[in-house]
């Protein structure tokens, strides 16, 4: 199975979709899950410390007897406790996943951090410099908190995870515009909520009329899921997505093969986002 991967701003490669350990997995026993993940072939898995699961992360990787190599790995940095560090904090994840470097660390939430962003994205900046992660990035953070950091760094941002799908897509414009500029990759979480939590709303029509067709011109099955990944694939954006079913992962991973939307289809779905304003992760985000 091929996996294309994104040019990050530190001339990094990453798979541009993952396999997600957050939500439905938070606190779980993810062996199984990941190990089906990595046997369908995701070879990018998306971690967290506060996920509280990454240990078992480790055992799903040494099971899948895939060469460290092959797997790119991405954890996220929660909140600190006292007198710990960026870097105490990703040896302490390091050692649960029975690693010596990871290849992305994300700083999870800016509120977890308030008042200190710039000395945290330091933190993060010496666990690069230390080997400990080929690259760096944020998730969940504003326009303003990006410039905060940007103000001191001598690594910008490679990264910033958010909740992306085509209903957030103009409250994302002056997000989307800053990662243009710092040539900063978007990582889409919820990037199936209008079709998997937003039902009913102005995406569905449009997205099945695509489905349709495309489905027609490939001769095979084709989901309203893998219209919406095509979607964000096209736009160079990062996806981090997940599945208990071992026939969806395959289906995410098939996105890969299905014909491109043109460019009116693109327009189509911008077009009946923009009719409805819907975030469905609010507790990740800083509120509007
Ligand atoms: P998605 O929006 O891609 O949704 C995936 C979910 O949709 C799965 O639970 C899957 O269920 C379900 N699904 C897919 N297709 C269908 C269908 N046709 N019908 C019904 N259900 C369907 O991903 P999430 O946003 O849930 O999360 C992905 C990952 O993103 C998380 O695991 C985490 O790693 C990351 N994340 C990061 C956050 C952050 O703050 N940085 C916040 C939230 C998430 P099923 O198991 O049945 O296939």
Not at 33 to 43: E, K
Not at 124 to 150: C, H, Y
Not at 187 to 194: D, F, M, Q, R, T
Request: aromatic fraction near 6%; glycine fraction near 6%.
């Amino acid at each position: 199975m091929h996996v294309s991967t994104l040019t990050l701003n530190d001339g990094n490669k990453v798979p541009w979709i993952a396999f997600g350990t957050g939500t439905a997995l938070y606190r779980q026993d993810v062996r199984h899950p990941v190990s089906l993940a990595i046997q369908s072939g995701f070879n990018h898995l998306d971690g967290a410390q506060e996920y509280e699961n990454e240990e078992f992360l480790d055992a799903a990787i040494v099971a899948s007897g895939k060469p460290r190599s092959e797997l790119y790995i991405t954890t996220k940095l929660g909140t600190l406790q006292a007198g710990a560090t960026p870097k105490s904090a990703l040896e302490e994840s390091l050692r649960k996943l029975q690693l010596n470097h990871i290849d992305l660390y994300l700083i999870h939430h800016p509120k977890s951090h308030v008042g200190r962003l710039k000395e945290v994205w330091k933190g993060m900046e010496e666990t690069k410099n230390a080997g400990l992660t080929k690259s760096i990035g944020v998730s969940n953070f504003t326009p303003d908190n990006l410039r905060e950091i940007l103000e001191d760094a001598t690594i910008p941002p490679a990264v910033n995870q958010l909740e992306v799908h085509p209903y957030l897509l103009n409250a994302l414009q002056l997000n989307l515009a800053l990662h243009k500029q710092y040539n900063i990759v978007t990582s889409s979480y919820g990037a199936l909520s209008p079709l998997v939590r937003g039902e009913g709303g102005p995406l569905d029509p449009v997205v099945e009329n695509i489905r349709a067709r495309l489905e027609r011109t490939r001769g095979t099955p084709v989901s309203g899921g893998q219209v919406l990944l095509k979607f964000l694939q096209q736009k160079n954006i990062l996806v981090v997505t997940t599945s208990s079913k071992a026939q969806r992962m395959d289906e995410y991973l098939d996105t890969e093969n299905i014909p491109d939307l043109i460019p009116e289809e693109i327009q189509e779905i911008e077009a009946a986002g923009a009719k409805l304003h819907r975030r469905f992760f609010p507790r990740c985000w800083p509120p509007e």
